[in-house]
Protein backbone atom coordinates (compact mmCIF):
# COMPACT_ATOMS: atom_id res chain seq x y z
CA UNK A 1 0.00 0.00 0.00
CA UNK A 2 1.22 3.11 -1.02
CA UNK A 3 1.98 6.00 1.86
CA UNK A 4 0.09 8.43 -0.33
CA UNK A 5 -3.18 6.51 0.55
CA UNK A 6 -3.65 6.62 3.78
CA UNK A 7 -5.43 9.51 4.81
CA UNK A 8 -3.25 10.71 7.57
CA UNK A 9 -0.21 11.77 5.55
CA UNK A 10 -2.23 13.83 2.98
CA UNK A 11 -3.30 15.63 6.80
CA UNK A 12 0.25 16.07 7.82
CA UNK A 13 1.25 17.64 4.77
CA UNK A 14 -1.35 19.89 4.93
CA UNK A 15 -0.72 21.00 7.98
CA UNK A 16 3.27 21.11 7.35
CA UNK A 17 2.19 23.02 4.02
CA UNK A 18 1.09 26.20 5.91
CA UNK A 19 4.02 26.98 8.16
CA UNK A 20 6.19 26.43 5.29
CA UNK A 21 4.18 28.87 2.96
CA UNK A 22 4.27 31.09 5.96
CA UNK A 23 8.14 31.10 6.27
CA UNK A 24 8.60 31.26 2.45
CA UNK A 25 6.52 34.63 2.65
CA UNK A 26 8.27 35.93 5.46
CA UNK A 27 11.82 35.11 4.08
CA UNK A 28 11.28 35.72 0.30
CA UNK A 29 14.21 38.10 0.43
CA UNK A 30 16.54 36.03 2.00
CA UNK A 31 15.34 32.82 -0.38
CA UNK A 32 15.11 35.14 -3.78
CA UNK A 33 18.97 36.06 -2.34
CA UNK A 34 19.80 32.63 -1.63
CA UNK A 35 19.21 31.25 -5.14
CA UNK A 36 20.59 34.18 -6.63
CA UNK A 37 24.09 33.82 -4.77
CA UNK A 38 23.83 29.65 -5.03
CA UNK A 39 25.75 29.09 -8.38
CA UNK A 40 29.08 30.84 -7.12
CA UNK A 41 28.52 29.65 -3.24
CA UNK A 42 28.42 25.86 -5.05
CA UNK A 43 31.86 26.66 -6.50
CA UNK A 44 33.02 28.13 -3.68
CA UNK A 45 32.33 25.45 -1.24
CA UNK A 46 33.25 22.98 -3.80
CA UNK A 47 36.59 24.40 -3.88
CA UNK A 48 37.47 24.62 -0.50
CA UNK A 49 36.25 20.97 0.16
CA UNK A 50 38.84 19.70 -2.82
CA UNK A 51 41.57 21.87 -0.65
CA UNK A 52 40.72 20.17 2.27
CA UNK A 53 40.83 17.05 1.04
CA UNK A 54 44.68 17.57 -0.51
CA UNK A 55 45.75 18.87 2.97
CA UNK A 56 44.50 15.75 4.71
CA UNK A 57 46.19 13.62 1.90
CA UNK A 58 49.50 15.82 2.65
CA UNK A 59 48.81 15.95 6.57
CA UNK A 60 48.91 11.76 6.24
CA UNK A 61 51.53 11.78 3.93
CA UNK A 62 53.43 14.28 6.05
CA UNK A 63 56.14 15.50 3.66
CA UNK A 64 57.95 18.69 3.57
CA UNK A 65 57.21 21.39 0.03
CA UNK A 66 61.20 19.68 -0.95
CA UNK A 67 60.16 16.41 -1.01
CA UNK A 68 56.20 17.31 -2.93
CA UNK A 69 58.70 19.49 -5.44
CA UNK A 70 60.69 15.99 -6.34
CA UNK A 71 57.56 14.65 -7.49
CA UNK A 72 56.77 17.78 -9.54
CA UNK A 73 60.69 17.20 -10.83
CA UNK A 74 59.67 13.28 -11.82
CA UNK A 75 56.67 14.75 -13.83
CA UNK A 76 58.40 17.62 -16.53
CA UNK A 77 62.10 17.32 -16.09
CA UNK A 78 62.75 19.15 -19.34
CA UNK A 79 59.91 21.15 -19.32
CA UNK A 80 60.43 25.11 -18.28
CA UNK A 81 60.32 25.74 -14.48
CA UNK A 82 61.34 29.10 -14.65
CA UNK A 83 62.01 31.93 -17.03
CA UNK A 84 64.85 34.94 -15.51
CA UNK A 85 64.18 37.70 -18.06
CA UNK A 86 66.30 40.04 -16.83
CA UNK A 87 69.60 37.72 -16.34
CA UNK A 88 68.31 35.69 -19.17
CA UNK A 89 67.97 32.32 -17.87
CA UNK A 90 65.87 29.61 -18.37
CA UNK A 91 65.60 26.49 -16.60
CA UNK A 92 63.47 23.19 -16.76
CA UNK A 93 62.64 21.79 -13.49
CA UNK A 94 65.57 19.38 -13.34
CA UNK A 95 67.79 22.23 -13.81
CA UNK A 96 66.02 24.19 -11.13
CA UNK A 97 66.51 21.27 -8.60
CA UNK A 98 69.91 20.95 -9.26
CA UNK A 99 70.82 24.33 -8.89
CA UNK A 100 68.77 24.33 -5.36
CA UNK A 101 70.89 21.17 -4.41
CA UNK A 102 73.80 23.52 -5.68
CA UNK A 103 72.85 26.11 -2.89
CA UNK A 104 72.51 23.22 -0.62
CA UNK A 105 75.58 21.96 -0.68
CA UNK A 106 77.16 25.45 -0.42
CA UNK A 107 75.39 26.06 2.84
CA UNK A 108 76.40 22.81 4.45
CA UNK A 109 80.40 23.61 3.16
CA UNK A 110 79.48 26.72 5.23
CA UNK A 111 78.38 25.22 8.60
CA UNK A 112 74.91 25.20 8.30
CA UNK A 113 72.33 22.67 10.07
CA UNK A 114 68.94 21.66 10.09
CA UNK A 115 66.90 24.60 11.75
CA UNK A 116 69.06 27.21 11.06
CA UNK A 117 68.25 30.75 9.64
CA UNK A 118 69.60 32.02 6.17
CA UNK A 119 68.55 35.69 5.94
CA UNK A 120 68.21 36.41 1.72
CA UNK A 121 68.39 39.82 1.02
CA UNK A 122 67.92 38.51 -3.11
CA UNK A 123 66.12 40.48 -5.85
CA UNK A 124 63.44 38.83 -7.96
CA UNK A 125 65.01 35.62 -10.06
CA UNK A 126 65.77 32.41 -10.58
CA UNK A 127 68.79 32.22 -8.31
CA UNK A 128 65.94 33.27 -5.55
CA UNK A 129 63.80 30.47 -5.65
CA UNK A 130 67.07 27.97 -5.76
CA UNK A 131 67.97 29.49 -2.41
CA UNK A 132 64.98 29.18 -0.63
CA UNK A 133 64.65 25.50 -1.94
CA UNK A 134 68.24 24.55 -0.92
CA UNK A 135 67.76 25.64 2.25
CA UNK A 136 64.49 23.74 3.12
CA UNK A 137 66.12 20.77 1.22
CA UNK A 138 68.89 20.81 4.48
CA UNK A 139 66.07 21.34 6.97
CA UNK A 140 67.11 25.14 7.44
CA UNK A 141 64.71 28.15 7.50
CA UNK A 142 65.25 31.19 4.79
CA UNK A 143 63.58 34.84 5.64
CA UNK A 144 62.99 37.05 3.11
CA UNK A 145 64.35 40.13 3.61
CA UNK A 146 62.28 42.93 1.82
CA UNK A 147 65.60 44.66 -0.61
CA UNK A 148 64.08 48.05 -0.13
CA UNK A 149 65.06 48.36 3.66
CA UNK A 150 67.79 50.69 5.00
CA UNK A 151 69.95 51.16 7.88
CA UNK A 152 67.88 50.00 10.93
CA UNK A 153 64.71 48.94 9.35
CA UNK A 154 67.45 46.11 7.71
CA UNK A 155 69.45 45.59 10.69
CA UNK A 156 65.57 44.97 12.80
CA UNK A 157 64.76 42.09 10.41
CA UNK A 158 68.32 40.48 10.10
CA UNK A 159 68.18 40.73 14.09
CA UNK A 160 64.65 39.64 14.52
CA UNK A 161 64.99 36.73 12.23
CA UNK A 162 68.34 35.22 13.76
CA UNK A 163 69.90 34.45 10.74
CA UNK A 164 73.34 32.27 11.15
CA UNK A 165 73.92 33.34 7.35
CA UNK A 166 72.85 35.95 4.94
CA UNK A 167 72.79 35.48 1.35
CA UNK A 168 72.60 39.03 -0.71
CA UNK A 169 72.42 40.78 -4.06
CA UNK A 170 75.81 42.04 -5.50
CA UNK A 171 73.93 45.70 -5.70
CA UNK A 172 72.41 45.66 -1.99
CA UNK A 173 75.46 43.69 -0.15
CA UNK A 174 77.66 46.77 1.46
CA UNK A 175 74.03 47.86 3.15
CA UNK A 176 73.98 44.45 4.60
CA UNK A 177 77.31 44.58 6.01
CA UNK A 178 76.76 47.61 6.67
CA UNK A 179 74.18 47.19 9.78
CA UNK A 180 75.33 43.39 10.33
CA UNK A 181 78.26 41.13 11.72
CA UNK A 182 76.84 38.47 10.58
CA UNK A 183 78.57 36.13 7.88
CA UNK A 184 77.57 37.27 4.93
CA UNK A 185 78.09 36.29 0.76
CA UNK A 186 77.53 38.11 -2.21
CA UNK A 187 75.84 35.62 -4.84
CA UNK A 188 79.08 36.36 -6.74
CA UNK A 189 81.11 35.07 -3.85
CA UNK A 190 78.84 31.65 -3.60
CA UNK A 191 80.15 30.46 -7.20
CA UNK A 192 77.09 28.46 -7.05
CA UNK A 193 77.97 26.68 -10.70
CA UNK A 194 80.84 25.23 -9.33
CA UNK A 195 79.12 23.11 -6.19
CA UNK A 196 77.23 19.84 -6.39
CA UNK A 197 74.17 19.58 -8.49
CA UNK A 198 73.92 16.11 -6.50
CA UNK A 199 71.09 15.41 -3.95
CA UNK A 200 72.41 16.94 -0.15
CA UNK A 201 72.06 14.40 2.52
CA UNK A 202 69.77 16.02 5.25
CA UNK A 203 69.80 14.77 8.39
CA UNK A 204 66.47 15.64 10.09
CA UNK A 205 64.38 16.81 6.50
CA UNK A 206 61.51 19.03 7.00
CA UNK A 207 58.06 17.77 7.57
CA UNK A 208 54.81 19.21 6.61
CA UNK A 209 54.34 21.02 9.71
CA UNK A 210 58.01 22.26 10.01
CA UNK A 211 58.77 25.88 9.47
CA UNK A 212 59.99 26.69 5.89
CA UNK A 213 60.46 30.13 6.16
CA UNK A 214 59.89 33.88 7.50
CA UNK A 215 58.37 36.64 5.50
CA UNK A 216 57.66 39.97 7.05
CA UNK A 217 54.81 41.77 7.54
CA UNK A 218 53.45 44.89 8.88
CA UNK A 219 50.77 43.41 10.99
CA UNK A 220 48.37 46.51 12.20
CA UNK A 221 51.26 47.96 14.48
CA UNK A 222 54.93 48.62 14.99
CA UNK A 223 58.26 47.59 13.16
CA UNK A 224 58.05 44.64 10.77
CA UNK A 225 57.56 41.36 12.13
CA UNK A 226 58.38 38.28 10.89
CA UNK A 227 55.46 35.81 10.13
CA UNK A 228 56.09 32.28 10.11
CA UNK A 229 55.04 30.02 7.42
CA UNK A 230 54.84 26.58 7.38
CA UNK A 231 55.21 23.95 4.47
CA UNK A 232 51.30 23.38 5.47
CA UNK A 233 50.54 26.78 4.40
CA UNK A 234 52.83 27.41 1.56
CA UNK A 235 51.26 24.34 0.26
CA UNK A 236 48.01 25.25 0.87
CA UNK A 237 48.00 28.67 -0.85
CA UNK A 238 49.97 27.09 -4.11
CA UNK A 239 47.08 24.92 -4.19
CA UNK A 240 44.40 27.63 -3.92
CA UNK A 241 45.58 28.58 -7.35
CA UNK A 242 44.44 25.27 -8.58
CA UNK A 243 41.03 24.75 -6.94
CA UNK A 244 39.71 28.45 -5.99
CA UNK A 245 41.44 30.37 -9.25
CA UNK A 246 41.69 27.23 -12.08
CA UNK A 247 45.50 27.77 -12.30
CA UNK A 248 46.85 24.88 -13.91
CA UNK A 249 50.07 23.24 -15.21
CA UNK A 250 50.11 24.26 -18.75
CA UNK A 251 49.73 27.68 -17.43
CA UNK A 252 52.82 30.51 -18.08
CA UNK A 253 52.59 32.69 -15.12
CA UNK A 254 53.92 36.77 -15.31
CA UNK A 255 55.80 37.50 -12.21
CA UNK A 256 56.85 40.91 -11.72
CA UNK A 257 55.70 41.74 -7.89
CA UNK A 258 58.66 41.62 -5.42
CA UNK A 259 59.20 37.87 -4.25
CA UNK A 260 59.61 38.73 -0.54
CA UNK A 261 56.07 38.98 -0.03
CA UNK A 262 53.26 36.17 -0.36
CA UNK A 263 51.63 37.35 -3.20
CA UNK A 264 54.70 36.50 -5.64
CA UNK A 265 56.64 34.39 -3.58
CA UNK A 266 54.30 31.81 -2.42
CA UNK A 267 50.82 32.06 -4.26
CA UNK A 268 53.12 32.97 -7.62
CA UNK A 269 56.07 30.76 -7.87
CA UNK A 270 53.69 28.03 -6.10
CA UNK A 271 52.62 27.33 -9.38
CA UNK A 272 55.67 26.40 -10.21
CA UNK A 273 56.87 24.26 -6.90
CA UNK A 274 53.74 22.22 -6.16
CA UNK A 275 51.47 22.53 -9.70
CA UNK A 276 54.18 22.53 -12.48
CA UNK A 277 53.70 25.72 -14.27
CA UNK A 278 55.84 27.98 -15.65
CA UNK A 279 57.04 31.25 -13.84
CA UNK A 280 58.41 33.96 -16.26
CA UNK A 281 59.85 36.11 -13.76
CA UNK A 282 60.66 40.16 -14.42
CA UNK A 283 63.40 42.16 -11.67
CA UNK A 284 60.68 44.81 -11.06
CA UNK A 285 57.16 45.82 -12.65
CA UNK A 286 57.40 48.45 -15.27
CA UNK A 287 54.75 50.07 -17.56
CA UNK A 288 56.40 49.63 -21.10
CA UNK A 289 57.38 46.10 -20.27
CA UNK A 290 54.03 44.42 -18.80
CA UNK A 291 52.39 43.55 -21.81
CA UNK A 292 55.54 43.31 -24.01
CA UNK A 293 56.44 40.59 -21.65
CA UNK A 294 53.28 39.04 -21.52
CA UNK A 295 52.84 38.53 -25.53
CA UNK A 296 57.16 37.61 -25.64
CA UNK A 297 57.14 34.81 -23.34
CA UNK A 298 53.34 33.67 -24.17
CA UNK A 299 51.99 34.52 -20.94
CA UNK A 300 48.30 33.18 -19.38
CA UNK A 301 48.27 34.35 -15.96
CA UNK A 302 49.81 37.23 -13.54
CA UNK A 303 49.30 39.22 -10.78
CA UNK A 304 48.56 42.58 -9.90
CA UNK A 305 48.21 45.30 -7.21
CA UNK A 306 46.04 48.25 -7.39
CA UNK A 307 48.68 50.63 -8.67
CA UNK A 308 49.75 48.28 -11.34
CA UNK A 309 46.35 48.24 -12.91
CA UNK A 310 46.34 52.21 -12.95
CA UNK A 311 49.79 52.68 -14.15
CA UNK A 312 48.61 50.41 -16.67
CA UNK A 313 45.15 52.06 -17.77
CA UNK A 314 47.46 55.92 -17.54
CA UNK A 315 49.70 54.37 -20.13
CA UNK A 316 49.04 55.15 -24.00
CA UNK A 317 47.94 52.42 -25.53
CA UNK A 318 50.61 49.17 -27.11
CA UNK A 319 49.23 46.75 -29.66
CA UNK A 320 50.19 44.25 -27.12
CA UNK A 321 47.86 44.92 -24.91
CA UNK A 322 45.29 43.45 -27.26
CA UNK A 323 47.18 40.87 -28.55
CA UNK A 324 48.42 39.22 -25.28
CA UNK A 325 46.62 35.89 -24.00
CA UNK A 326 46.33 36.30 -20.32
CA UNK A 327 43.13 34.74 -18.91
CA UNK A 328 43.39 36.04 -15.56
CA UNK A 329 44.70 38.18 -13.08
CA UNK A 330 44.94 37.31 -9.84
CA UNK A 331 45.73 40.27 -7.25
CA UNK A 332 44.26 42.25 -4.81
CA UNK A 333 42.98 46.29 -4.77
CA UNK A 334 41.87 46.82 -7.85
CA UNK A 335 39.62 49.83 -7.27
CA UNK A 336 35.95 49.46 -8.57
CA UNK A 337 36.29 53.13 -10.10
CA UNK A 338 38.71 51.76 -12.57
CA UNK A 339 37.78 47.44 -12.72
CA UNK A 340 34.93 47.81 -16.04
CA UNK A 341 37.71 50.41 -17.63
CA UNK A 342 40.74 48.10 -17.02
CA UNK A 343 38.71 44.52 -17.70
CA UNK A 344 37.55 46.23 -21.15
CA UNK A 345 40.46 47.56 -22.44
CA UNK A 346 42.72 45.16 -21.91
CA UNK A 347 40.59 41.74 -22.59
CA UNK A 348 41.05 40.74 -19.14
CA UNK A 349 38.55 37.21 -19.01
CA UNK A 350 38.55 36.96 -15.35
CA UNK A 351 39.93 39.03 -12.17
CA UNK A 352 40.58 37.24 -9.45
CA UNK A 353 40.68 39.85 -6.45
CA UNK A 354 41.82 38.24 -2.87
CA UNK A 355 41.85 39.70 0.35
CA UNK A 356 44.74 37.95 2.73
CA UNK A 357 47.61 38.69 4.89
CA UNK A 358 50.84 36.97 5.12
CA UNK A 359 50.44 35.27 8.64
CA UNK A 360 46.41 35.83 8.53
CA UNK A 361 43.36 33.33 8.57
CA UNK A 362 40.79 35.76 7.29
CA UNK A 363 41.07 35.07 3.92
CA UNK A 364 38.26 35.97 1.51
CA UNK A 365 38.78 35.10 -2.62
CA UNK A 366 35.97 36.86 -5.60
CA UNK A 367 36.41 34.54 -8.24
CA UNK A 368 32.68 35.79 -9.80
CA UNK A 369 33.93 38.87 -11.10
CA UNK A 370 32.26 40.95 -8.54
CA UNK A 371 33.04 44.55 -9.81
CA UNK A 372 34.77 46.09 -6.50
CA UNK A 373 34.68 43.39 -4.50
CA UNK A 374 37.16 41.43 -2.02
CA UNK A 375 35.36 38.27 -1.82
CA UNK A 376 32.81 36.57 -0.30
CA UNK A 377 31.06 34.55 2.67
CA UNK A 378 27.58 32.89 1.91
CA UNK A 379 24.73 34.34 3.64
CA UNK A 380 23.22 30.99 5.02
CA UNK A 381 24.00 31.01 8.98
CA UNK A 382 25.49 27.47 9.39
CA UNK A 383 27.79 28.55 6.94
CA UNK A 384 30.52 29.78 9.77
CA UNK A 385 30.38 26.40 11.19
CA UNK A 386 32.66 25.47 7.87
CA UNK A 387 34.14 28.49 7.43
CA UNK A 388 34.47 30.67 10.19
CA UNK A 389 35.43 33.69 8.70
CA UNK A 390 33.11 36.91 9.30
CA UNK A 391 32.57 40.38 10.66
CA UNK A 392 32.19 41.25 13.76
CA UNK A 393 30.92 44.78 14.98
CA UNK A 394 33.76 47.15 15.88
CA UNK A 395 34.25 50.86 16.70
CA UNK A 396 35.23 51.87 13.52
CA UNK A 397 38.45 54.45 14.79
CA UNK A 398 40.14 52.16 16.84
CA UNK A 399 39.19 48.51 15.58
CA UNK A 400 38.64 47.43 19.36
CA UNK A 401 35.52 44.81 19.19
CA UNK A 402 31.82 45.98 20.13
CA UNK A 403 30.86 43.37 22.71
CA UNK A 404 26.99 42.59 24.55
CA UNK A 405 26.17 42.51 28.08
CA UNK A 406 27.98 39.32 28.55
CA UNK A 407 31.23 40.35 27.07
CA UNK A 408 30.57 38.30 23.36
CA UNK A 409 31.77 40.23 20.45
CA UNK A 410 28.41 40.87 18.35
CA UNK A 411 28.46 39.03 14.67
CA UNK A 412 27.07 41.86 11.70
CA UNK A 413 24.73 40.69 9.78
CA UNK A 414 24.68 41.26 5.94
CA UNK A 415 24.27 44.69 5.05
CA UNK A 416 26.71 46.35 7.96
CA UNK A 417 30.43 46.89 8.46
CA UNK A 418 32.56 45.70 10.90
CA UNK A 419 35.87 44.14 11.61
CA UNK A 420 37.30 41.05 9.44
CA UNK A 421 38.02 38.16 12.42
CA UNK A 422 38.48 33.90 12.11
CA UNK A 423 37.97 31.69 14.57
CA UNK A 424 40.95 30.00 15.11
CA UNK A 425 40.84 26.23 14.79
CA UNK A 426 43.70 24.25 16.13
CA UNK A 427 42.55 20.55 14.17
CA UNK A 428 42.14 22.66 11.15
CA UNK A 429 45.34 23.60 9.17
CA UNK A 430 43.76 26.17 7.25
CA UNK A 431 42.50 28.08 10.08
CA UNK A 432 45.72 27.74 11.95
CA UNK A 433 46.97 31.11 13.34
CA UNK A 434 50.73 30.33 13.30
CA UNK A 435 51.80 33.84 14.15
CA UNK A 436 54.76 35.41 14.68
CA UNK A 437 58.47 34.62 15.38
CA UNK A 438 57.97 37.28 18.62
CA UNK A 439 54.77 35.43 20.99
CA UNK A 440 53.83 38.56 22.32
CA UNK A 441 53.15 39.79 18.82
CA UNK A 442 51.42 36.76 17.68
CA UNK A 443 49.03 37.32 21.13
CA UNK A 444 48.18 40.59 20.15
CA UNK A 445 46.31 39.51 17.24
CA UNK A 446 44.38 37.19 19.04
CA UNK A 447 40.77 37.59 20.40
CA UNK A 448 38.13 36.37 22.25
CA UNK A 449 34.63 36.40 20.98
CA UNK A 450 34.82 34.30 23.67
CA UNK A 451 36.53 31.63 21.42
CA UNK A 452 39.77 32.47 20.05
CA UNK A 453 40.31 34.04 16.96
CA UNK A 454 42.68 36.06 14.10
CA UNK A 455 41.67 39.70 14.02
CA UNK A 456 42.72 40.99 10.88
CA UNK A 457 42.26 44.88 11.93
CA UNK A 458 40.73 45.47 8.45
CA UNK A 459 37.28 47.14 8.26
CA UNK A 460 34.76 45.96 5.24
CA UNK A 461 31.47 46.13 4.30
CA UNK A 462 29.25 43.28 4.00
CA UNK A 463 26.78 43.08 1.44
CA UNK A 464 23.43 41.51 1.41
CA UNK A 465 24.64 39.02 -1.48
CA UNK A 466 27.22 37.97 0.77
CA UNK A 467 29.95 40.05 -1.25
CA UNK A 468 32.73 42.02 0.97
CA UNK A 469 34.03 45.37 0.13
CA UNK A 470 37.24 46.76 1.67
CA UNK A 471 36.65 50.18 3.30
CA UNK A 472 39.97 50.97 5.72
CA UNK A 473 42.58 49.40 8.12
CA UNK A 474 43.20 50.29 11.45
CA UNK A 475 45.53 50.05 13.69
CA UNK A 476 49.63 51.87 13.07
CA UNK A 477 49.88 51.15 9.11
CA UNK A 478 48.66 52.39 5.87
CA UNK A 479 49.34 50.61 2.35
CA UNK A 480 51.45 52.76 -0.19
CA UNK A 481 53.12 51.31 -3.16
CA UNK A 482 51.69 48.05 -2.71
CA UNK A 483 53.78 47.65 0.50
CA UNK A 484 52.68 48.01 4.07
CA UNK A 485 54.06 51.45 5.34
CA UNK A 486 54.40 51.11 9.18
CA UNK A 487 53.71 55.03 11.53
CA UNK A 488 56.06 53.50 13.98
CA UNK A 489 58.86 52.77 12.06
CA UNK A 490 58.62 56.37 10.47
CA UNK A 491 58.15 58.50 13.88
CA UNK A 492 61.48 56.60 15.30
CA UNK A 493 63.79 58.30 12.13
CA UNK A 494 62.77 61.55 14.54
CA UNK A 495 63.23 60.47 17.89
CA UNK A 496 66.31 62.43 18.52
CA UNK A 497 65.20 65.65 16.26
CA UNK A 498 65.18 68.43 18.75
CA UNK A 499 63.53 70.85 16.33
CA UNK A 500 60.28 69.34 17.08
CA UNK A 501 57.72 69.21 19.66
CA UNK A 502 55.52 66.30 18.47
CA UNK A 503 55.50 64.13 15.45
CA UNK A 504 52.94 61.67 14.49
CA UNK A 505 52.68 60.23 11.22
CA UNK A 506 49.60 58.84 9.07
CA UNK A 507 48.53 57.81 6.26
CA UNK A 508 45.90 60.34 4.16
CA UNK A 509 43.74 59.66 0.97
CA UNK A 510 44.23 61.22 -2.53
CA UNK A 511 41.78 61.09 -5.54
CA UNK A 512 42.76 58.72 -8.16
CA UNK A 513 45.44 57.17 -5.95
CA UNK A 514 45.49 53.81 -4.40
CA UNK A 515 45.82 53.52 -0.40
CA UNK A 516 47.18 56.32 2.01
CA UNK A 517 50.00 58.26 1.53
CA UNK A 518 52.12 59.22 4.32
CA UNK A 519 51.82 62.48 5.96
CA UNK A 520 53.82 63.58 9.10
CA UNK A 521 51.92 66.02 11.42
CA UNK A 522 55.05 68.32 13.02
CA UNK A 523 54.66 70.69 16.14
CA UNK A 524 57.57 73.44 16.52
CA UNK A 525 58.12 76.43 18.23
CA UNK A 526 58.42 79.74 16.71
CA UNK A 527 61.69 80.03 16.72
CA UNK A 528 61.73 76.87 14.70
CA UNK A 529 59.07 77.68 12.78
CA UNK A 530 60.88 80.63 11.05
CA UNK A 531 63.66 78.62 9.95
CA UNK A 532 61.20 75.64 8.92
CA UNK A 533 63.57 74.90 5.85
CA UNK A 534 65.83 73.78 7.59
CA UNK A 535 63.99 71.17 9.56
CA UNK A 536 62.46 69.99 6.73
CA UNK A 537 65.83 69.67 4.72
CA UNK A 538 67.18 67.58 8.09
CA UNK A 539 63.55 65.46 7.63
CA UNK A 540 64.37 64.46 4.04
CA UNK A 541 67.69 63.87 4.89
CA UNK A 542 66.70 61.68 7.80
CA UNK A 543 63.91 59.53 5.69
CA UNK A 544 65.99 59.62 2.32
CA UNK A 545 68.89 57.68 4.82
CA UNK A 546 66.49 55.31 6.83
CA UNK A 547 63.43 54.16 4.91
CA UNK A 548 62.26 52.52 1.86
CA UNK A 549 61.10 55.35 -0.98
CA UNK A 550 57.65 54.01 -0.17
CA UNK A 551 58.08 54.94 3.18
CA UNK A 552 58.76 58.30 3.08
CA UNK A 553 55.95 61.06 3.93
CA UNK A 554 54.98 62.94 0.95
CA UNK A 555 53.21 65.71 2.84
CA UNK A 556 54.54 67.26 5.66
CA UNK A 557 52.08 69.16 7.98
CA UNK A 558 53.34 72.11 10.39
CA UNK A 559 51.16 72.21 13.09
CA UNK A 560 50.48 74.67 16.44
CA UNK A 561 49.48 71.91 18.18
CA UNK A 562 48.06 68.25 17.85
CA UNK A 563 45.48 66.96 19.97
CA UNK A 564 45.95 64.18 22.40
CA UNK A 565 44.63 61.64 24.94
CA UNK A 566 44.62 61.68 28.55
CA UNK A 567 47.78 58.97 28.40
CA UNK A 568 49.88 62.43 26.30
CA UNK A 569 49.08 59.88 22.96
CA UNK A 570 48.55 62.02 19.62
CA UNK A 571 45.19 61.77 17.90
CA UNK A 572 45.85 60.91 14.52
CA UNK A 573 42.00 60.48 13.85
CA UNK A 574 40.97 63.75 13.08
CA UNK A 575 44.27 64.64 11.34
CA UNK A 576 43.71 61.68 8.49
CA UNK A 577 40.40 62.68 8.17
CA UNK A 578 40.82 65.95 7.46
CA UNK A 579 43.70 64.82 5.00
CA UNK A 580 44.96 67.69 2.89
CA UNK A 581 42.52 70.09 4.13
CA UNK A 582 44.60 72.00 6.49
CA UNK A 583 43.11 75.03 6.96
CA UNK A 584 46.01 77.47 8.19
CA UNK A 585 48.49 75.06 8.44
CA UNK A 586 51.50 74.69 5.68
CA UNK A 587 51.79 71.99 4.44
CA UNK A 588 55.21 70.51 1.94
CA UNK A 589 55.88 68.40 -0.53
CA UNK A 590 58.26 66.06 -0.70
CA UNK A 591 60.07 66.35 -4.32
CA UNK A 592 61.25 62.68 -5.31
CA UNK A 593 64.23 64.67 -8.09
CA UNK A 594 65.29 67.23 -5.33
CA UNK A 595 65.16 64.97 -2.74
CA UNK A 596 63.37 67.83 -0.78
CA UNK A 597 59.97 69.29 0.78
CA UNK A 598 58.40 72.07 -0.99
CA UNK A 599 55.51 74.19 0.02
CA UNK A 600 52.19 72.56 -0.98
CA UNK A 601 49.62 73.89 -2.45
CA UNK A 602 45.77 72.21 -3.21
CA UNK A 603 45.78 73.56 -6.63
CA UNK A 604 48.95 71.44 -7.33
CA UNK A 605 47.16 67.83 -6.59
CA UNK A 606 46.16 67.63 -9.99
CA UNK A 607 49.89 68.22 -11.48
CA UNK A 608 51.30 65.69 -8.76
CA UNK A 609 52.48 61.89 -10.13
CA UNK A 610 51.93 59.33 -7.62
Not at 35 to 43: E, F, H, M, N
Not at 458 to 480: N, Q, S, V
Request: net charge positive; hydrophobic share 40%; aromatic share 10%.
Amino acid sequence: MMWSSLPWVHEVLRLLAVPILIWMAMNADFLRRAISTAPRDLRGIAAILQLKMAMRIELWRNRGVQQIFMDTVARNRKKAAIVDIDREIEWTFEELNEHANRFAHFLQSAGVKPNDVIALVLTNGAHYVAAWLGCTKIGATSAWINTNLKQSSLQHCLEVSGAKLILADDDVVNEVREVTRTTTFALSEVNIEKQSSSEPVCAEPPKFQSVLCFIYTSGTTGLPKAAVIKHLRFYYMAKSGTFVFGCNPSDRLYICLPMYHTSAGVLGIGQTIINGSTCVIAKKFGVRRFWKDCVRFDCTVSQYIGEICRYLLTAPPCPEEKRHRVRLLMGNGLRAAIWTQFVERFNIPNVAELFASTEGTSNLVNFVNKVGSCGFVPIYPFIHKFYPVMLYRADLETGELLRDEEGRAIPCKPGETGVLVCKLRRKDPIHQFEGYINAKDTQKRIVYLPEPAFCSGDILEWDREGFFYFKDRTGDTFRWKGENVSTTEVESVLQDVAALQDATAFGVALPGAEGRAGMLAVVVDDRTRSDIGGVLDLLAERFASNLPSYAVPLFVRVCSQVDKTGTFKLRKTRLQQEGLNCGEDAVFFFDVRSKKYAPFQATQLKTLKF
